[in-house]
């Protein structure tokens, strides 16, 4: 299986310039892919657009050859960088998690989630609890695809490095595909199969 993005392009405005113009990348779904770029290339931008957040752009982005049906379950599920702003914070976690499915026991301990956190509202866990389950919650046994945009640069070393195993070692046994957006060439260098520069492949003049 594969995400195809194909001479995408895109600007906020008709009359502004545009910020992509016919990007192109393509991701398998037993591959991790990273993405580089300078600030205000494009990044996120193009994140959104590939999980369906953006709509109104040229270009196609499909998978396994097929346009997603927006009436549908998207198979590729974006994860943010600030997990808080993404959750109903009058929510307890397991109405956050059921929002989109309640994992097993067994993933909910690799993951590290305690079950008394389920009772918890948002306002009651660390970022890095709140970003383990924005994570869980993208991975829907529907998704094929998930694009991380940055999701543990406000979080402390450690659990940097439990959460990028915990979630290599899901999207492997599930062979979901993983696309990293992130400014850290050494993470990226560690946990990827392949880096993409943005700067490199968006055909502005």
């Known amino acids: 299986m594969t995400l195809k993005v194909e001479k995408v392009s895109y600007g906020y405005k008709s009359r502004s310039p545009q910020i992509l113009k016919e990007v192109s990348l393509s991701v398998n779904n037993n591959q991790t892919i990273g993405l ?34 927006k009436n549908e379950y998207n198979p590729v599920q974006l994860i943010f960088q600030h997990p808080e702003k993404t959750m109903n914070p009058k929510w307890k976690m397991k109405q956050v998690l059921e929002e989109s499915w309640m994992p097993p026991q ?36 529907k998704t094929k695809y998930v694009i991380a945009d940055e999701i543990t640069t406000m979080l402390d070393a450690i659990s940097q490095v439990q959460i990028w195993t915990s979630l290599s070692n899901y999207c492997q046994k599930n062979k979901v595909g993983i696309l990293i957006v992130s400014h850290d060439k050494k993470l990226l260098d560690t946990v990827c199969d392949d880096i993409i520069v943005l700067n490199q492949i968006n055909n502005l003049d």
């Not at 989630?113 to 383990?132: K, M, V």
């Open 106 to 141: 067994d993933v909910l301990d690799e993951f590290g989630i305690r079950n008394s956190w389920l009772d918890r509202y948002p306002s009651e866990l660390s970022g890095g609890e709140l970003q383990r389950f924005s994570i869980l919650r993208s991975l829907n046994p």
């Open 36 to 69: 580089m770029g300078d600030s205000g290339s494009g990044k996120t931008t193009l994140c959104k657009i590939i999980s369906g957040y953006i709509t109104n752009y040229e270009g196609t982005v499909t998978v396994d050859g097929e346009i997603v049906n």
